[in-house]
């Protein structure tokens, strides 16, 4: 499941939640099934924050070098 999808998901159990027309079981259900898009999100946001760091790190390394240090290598 996609990051959007899930929120979009999760949208929707909270409109159903704030309706007032659930039932204590149906709540419950919904509550569980927010707790599962929950870490389906927050999953996501670590693999996002990862991938930034990696490219952050490529980054910096290109940043780093200098023409000094690129005609040094010529």
Known sequence: ??????????????????????????????????????????DKIKQTEGKVEIIKKELDEIKIKTFDDIDKKE
Do not use: P, R
Not at 20 to 38: C, I, M, Y
């Open 1 to 42: 499941m996609k990051y959007e999808e899930a929120v979009a998901e999760l949208e929707k159990i909270l409109a159903k939640l704030e309706s007032d027309n659930v039932g204590l079981d149906e709540a419950v259900a919904l509550f569980e099934k927010s707790v599962e898009l929950s870490k389906i999100c927050f």
